[in-house]
């Protein structure tokens, strides 16, 4: 009864404050218009035809020889890729908060290929592996001397994937070991149980909602990736390359859009599965903080192996993305290793060379402050205020995550060029620089938003009622109060989004016109062509771009943020 009576209370003095009100009513047209329109526009592509509703699209589509065989190559590689990068994970993490890492050069390892993926186009592994391993590679051709070796394919595509994605789980795990206590642990060491042991029966039950987790995670992202099987996946069509293939080979818009369609169903299974079921029960499994630190296990048999295998595929991956400014240093690859700057010099010199880089970094820090406000607003009203549209917002903020960048852009496509707008200004969007500002912000926004809602909820309430108390409406309170207490999130938030705009290709690449260039398209232009030189060149420099954005954040974060003594103080309080 209490608990009503408050609520009730809330929305009345919601009601009462104008500014609340209409953020609330733009953010629900927002994401009403560029979120759920563009997907109902491919449903009804899917299901309604001239005459009325049909299932004649899904049916040409579905007896499609190329469709069946998509879909069990994308599934195929999603439950292998899944499999592979949250064990690979896993062991990484392990290694990480529970064995005693005596070397710093390891520690720093383990950091570098935490991050790479995160400030690297999606496929610049992709470039590497034919690199090294394809017809003209150095393993292949010069190492081991195969002159015929097919690196295009299933594994190809599967080796580039569970390199990508593996970092993604070995940061989920290492919150989750990081909170296990070790005196569960050490109860049974004492017992006599072995570490194995230890491992099966006691740390292994406590994280396996976490591994399910990081599996649907991972699983979701191999099965909506463009880019690496579009490089490296040669004649071995997925989902996403397919509905690409329908849109610009075979121009069927309602058959790509019935591909989406089943794309789109699939992740949206996972997404809900993963969201609501298993990051629940991960939650409520590992609960609190561990009573004391954790003793590293410094035994040679269990120590010394573990590093070893993690240091090989660190070594690895580290090895592969060496590869990338190697390749624009070398005249021919696989053939003329002799040095040069012709490659560089060529990305800016060409033919709209320097305007791509100039248009991808304007677009993207567009739509950075923009994506991190838009996340710390709609996280604020998730976790802080109460209203009927509440669960709209934040299940609607987070479903852009479930939407792979292919179906969004075909989604836009149907959307914008066409769909209820046949005219005014929301038709003319299409093919103008403002509609991919608005992509990069829809799929960034649900990364904020988590990062918001978890930095919100260790906001005490009564902080912001007191300013209440003293008359400050919800705009000022907002910005003097809230917002400065999760500017680490905030920060944090601009970078990612802005990363994550100027690396996107996937969605982009169905939206891009002549008069709109970006990098990423080049390079996937150039990586087709077979020009691996300019494509390396282009890759580099974005990577210098994403990975000097980050550290600009970190030098941020550590002189403007929210102190970490502070944080230590609240914590112990």
Not at 68 to 87: D, H, Q, R, W, Y
Not at 159 to 176: A, E, N, S
Not at 408 to 423: A, C, E, K, P, Q
Request: aromatic content about 12%.
């Amino acid at each position: 009864m209490a608990k009503n009576q408050s609520t009730s209370l809330d929305r009345k003095k919601m009601m009462a404050d104008p500014i609340l009100v209409t953020t609330i009513v733009v953010l629900i047209a927002f994401l009403t218009l560029f979120i759920l329109y563009p997907l109902a526009i491919l449903l009804v592509d899917s299901f309604v035809g001239d005459t009325g509703p049909t299932l004649s699209v899904f049916q040409r589509v579905l007896a499609m020889p190329s469709f069946e065989t998509a879909i069990t190559n994308t599934l195929t590689v999603g439950f292998l890729v899944g499999i592979l990068a949250t064990l690979i994970g896993l062991l990484f993490a392990y290694v990480e908060e529970y064995v005693e890492l005596k070397s710093k050069f390891m520690k720093g390892l383990f950091s570098v290929v935490s991050i790479l993926p995160v400030v690297s186009p999606p496929f610049v592994l992709s470039l590497s592996v034919i690199m090294l391993f394809g017809k003209s590679g150095i393993i292949t051709r010069y190492l081991l001397g195969i002159y015929d070796n097919n690196v295009y394919g299933f594994w190809g595509i599967a080796l580039v994937q569970v390199l990508t994605f593996f970092p993604v789980c070995y940061m989920m795990f290492r919150g989750l070991l990081k909170n296990i206590d070790p005196s569960l642990e050490e109860a049974a060491r004492d017992m006599g149980a072995s570490r194995w042991k230890v491992f099966t029966s006691v740390t292994l039950p406590l994280i396996l909602p976490g591994m399910g987790n990081a599996f649907l995670v991972t699983f979701i992202e191999s099965i909506a990736d463009f880019a690496n099987p579009m490089i490296i996946g040669g004649s071995y069509d997925t989902l996403a390359t397919s509905i690409y293939l329908q849109i610009t080979g075979a121009y069927d818009k309602q058959g790509a859009s019935a591909m989406s369609v089943v794309l789109l169903s699939i992740t949206l299974i996972m997404f809900i599965l993963q969201k609501y079921v298993l990051e629940a029960k991960s939650t409520a499994t590992l609960t609190g903080k561990a009573s004391r630190a954790r003793q590293p296990i410094d035994d040679r048999s269990v120590r010394v192996p573990l590093t070893i295998l993690c240091g090989i595929i660190a070594l690895f991956v580290t090895l592969m993305y060496i590869c990338v400014p190697l390749g624009g240093l070398f005249k021919t690859w696989g053939y003329d290793f002799h040095l040069t700057t012709k490659w560089f010099q060529q990305v800016f010199t060409m033919h709209h060379g320097f305007e791509a880089f100039g248009d991808s970094f304007l677009l993207s820090f567009i739509s950075a402050p923009i994506t991190a406000l838009l996340s710390m607003i709609i996280s604020y009203l998730v976790v802080k205020r109460n209203f009927k549209a509440k669960p709209f917002i934040e299940f609607v903020s987070m479903l852009a995550m479930a939407v792979p960048g292919t179906v969004l852009g075909v989604g836009y496509i149907r959307g914008f060029s066409g769909g209820v707008f046949h005219t005014g200004f929301l038709q003319g969007l299409y093919g103008t620089s403002a509609i991919l500002v608005i992509v990069f912000i829809v799929r960034s926004l649900p990364t904020g938003t988590r990062s918001g809602i978890s930095a919100l909820r260790q906001i005490d309430k009564s902080i912001e009622e007191s300013a209440y108390d003293m008359g400050a409406n919800s705009y000022e309170v907002f910005t003097t109060v809230t917002l400065p207490l999760i500017k680490d999130s905030f920060l944090s938030g601009l970078v990612t989004s802005f990363v994550r705009s100027i690396t996107a290709i996937s969605a982009v690449i169905l939206l891009v016109t002549p008069s709109t260039l970006m990098i990423t398209v080049q390079i996937n232009e150039f990586a087709e062509k077979g020009a691996y030189g300019v494509a390396c060149a282009f890759a580099t420099i974005l990577i210098a771009i994403t990975y000097t954005a980050v550290a600009l954040m970190n030098v941020a974060i550590k002189h403007f943020g929210t102190s970490a003594k502070i944080q230590a103080q609240s914590e112990e309080e």
